[in-house]
């Protein structure tokens, strides 16, 4: 009898932590939420690109790697294929929808760990994982869904890392970004901030128990990435993680007209003959990849009938004039350092102000991220200090950025491939948001409390946790203001 009441206090209690949880109304709102939105949202989306995964799939556990294509998601292709041959597609959205439900745990106790307020942490957390163009790309066969849900986990890796430094930790995110790479070749751009980011780190002698443990990690990464690329090399021709930068590179010099500047007048002439047909026509026809995406249409799963793009690539013919991709290579190099391929790249820039990203239009993308810079260089050079969780959210999402406008083709599937920076625009906006409450709520007590005995109070800016714009600010406004009874009101305490 005794031991029953205790069992039934006991579930009360977990019963009453549960209910003043922030995570656990997170979690029922998304719950609920997600179950209205694929209720009445069915379409699933795929396209070329599915096909070109799924080719890669069928070969990839034989150690067989696809020049196009990295190998993690055809790995996850082809695990689920074992357990429905038919129709493999459809548990990978399934895995798709359990994995971006789990991230909704990390992404909120980032947010926790790093912004002052709790309930700023829950509304930064419900408005990233209710996005309805992040939910969408649950029911897609791309590697977005799982490459948000990843770059996710490895914002609470690096955040685990900066507050609990560990050996583990330490090589643990280095090789994590190995990962990311193989997931979708476009992260590479990590390795240079991961590389900064330990710089800076040796430099201001943070964490150095563990900076060797770092170096090592990392330096790992690195050969693991160079040994991929050799694999590639052996079995492909080619040093690289992947070719679809080629096929990229070579649409927007044909777009820009760079083409001009090719030394092969014959090649020039032909492109000015082909790009009245659609400029991915006229790379797909001379890069004479036509027998392989025969192939990689053939063996797609018959259930899905090929989609408009699909078809229009496989009657693309061979081309007679003996270009292929290998060869082209060297006019590109030329075209791209051109004056005119530069300009398209400005004006590639200018042209996105005025689109939407999310919910927010590609100008004021620009201002937030200026906004972000501009606090971050004004605590480093005011203070010697750098919060490095913002600093990297801030890079990782110029990165993001600057590799879709550089590196992608706006042919419509520009919010796809921008998608990932989601997370991380949401996190600096509610960042600017606690900031802006901090420094509020700061003026109002000063307005009540504060007399005319000007005495500078010390404060503590040691914290790489919750370090903010709103320290500086706090030290600038006691400086001018606070009392020396109001001393202990004013300390900060991280």
């Known amino acids: ?52 995964y799924y080719y890669a799939a069928q070969y990839i556990l034989d150690g067989v790697l696809d020049a196009f294509r990295t190998p993690i998601y055809p790995i996850v292709i082809r695990l689920f294929q074992f357990i429905n041959e038919a129709d493999p597609l459809r548990n990978i959205l399934i895995f798709q929808h359990i994995v971006s439900f789990a991230s909704i745990i990390p ?20 408005v990233y994982t209710c996005l309805p163009q992040v939910l969408s790309f ?31 930790n330490s090589i643990a995110v280095n090789l994590y970004i190995f990962y990311l790479v193989m997931l979708k070749p476009g992260c590479i751009f990590l ?31 690195v050969f693991l990435l160079l040994g991929y690329c050799q694999i590639n090399k052996n079995q492909n ?117 005025f689109t939407t990203v999310l919910f927010l239009k590609g100008y004021m993308l620009y201002i937030l991220l200026s906004i972000e810079t501009v606090v971050i260089i004004h605590l480093f050079v005011i203070e010697r200090k750098l919060n490095w969780m913002r600093f990297l959210v801030l890079t990782v999402a110029i990165g993001i950025l600057l590799t879709v406008l550089v590196g992608g083709v706006n042919d419509g599937t520009r919010d796809r491939v921008l998608l990932p920076i989601a997370p991380f625009l949401v996190f600096i906006l509610f960042d600017l948001v606690d900031i802006l409450t901090l420094r509020k709520a700061f003026f109002k007590k000063s307005q009540t409390d504060l007399g005319n005995n000007y ?40």
Not at 18 to 31: A, D, E, I, Q, T
Not at 193 to 204: G, K, N, P, R, S
Not at 206 to 218: A, C, D, M, Q, S
Not at 466 to 477: G, P, Q, T
């Open 191 to 221: 390795y240079g901030i991961l590389a900064i980011i330990w710089t800076l780190q040796w430099i201001f002698k943070n964490h150095n128990v563990f900076v060797k443990h770092v170096f090592i990690g990392f330096l790992a990464s």
């Open 455 to 494: 005495v500078a109070q010390p404060i503590n800016l040691n914290s790489n946790i919750n370090f903010s714009f709103w320290a500086f600010e706090r030290a600038f406004c006691c400086n001018l203001f606070a009392l020396e009874k109001s001393k202990k009101d004013f300390h900060y305490n991280p």
């Open 1 to 52: 009898m005794l031991g029953s009441k205790i069992e039934v206090m006991k579930f009360k209690k977990i019963v009453s932590f549960g209910l003043r949880s922030y995570l656990f109304w997170l979690l029922l709102v998304n719950f609920l939420f997600r179950f209205i939105y694929y209720s009445h949202n069915h379409t699933i989306q795929y396209n070329v690109d599915t096909a070109t």
């Open 237 to 353: 021709d080619v040093f690289a993680i992947s070719t679809v930068s080629h096929d990229n590179n070579f649409a927007n010099v044909i777009l820009s007209n760079a083409y001009v500047n090719f030394s092969d007048d014959k090649l020039i002439s032909i492109i000015d003959t082909l790009k009245k047909k659609g400029h991915f026509y006229t790379v797909y026809y001379l890069n004479n990849d036509s027998d392989k995406y025969r192939k990689r249409f053939a063996a797609f799963p018959s259930v899905y009938p090929l989609t408009s793009d699909m078809q229009e690539i496989l009657h693309i013919p061979e081309n007679k004039y003996g270009y292929t991709a290998k060869n082209l290579y060297k006019y590109l190099a030329e075209a791209m350092n051109s004056k005119e391929h530069l300009c398209y790249l400005l004006n590639i820039f200018v042209e996105f102000s």
């Open 138 to 168: 649950n029911n897609a066969f791309f590697p977005e869904s799982l490459l948000l849900s990843s770059l996710v986990f490895f914002l609470y890796l690096f955040s685990t890392y900066i507050i609990r430094p560990s050996i583990f």
């Open 107 to 126: 992404f909120y106790l980032v947010c926790k760990q790093w912004f002052n307020k709790k309930y700023i942490a829950f509304f930064a957390s419900l």
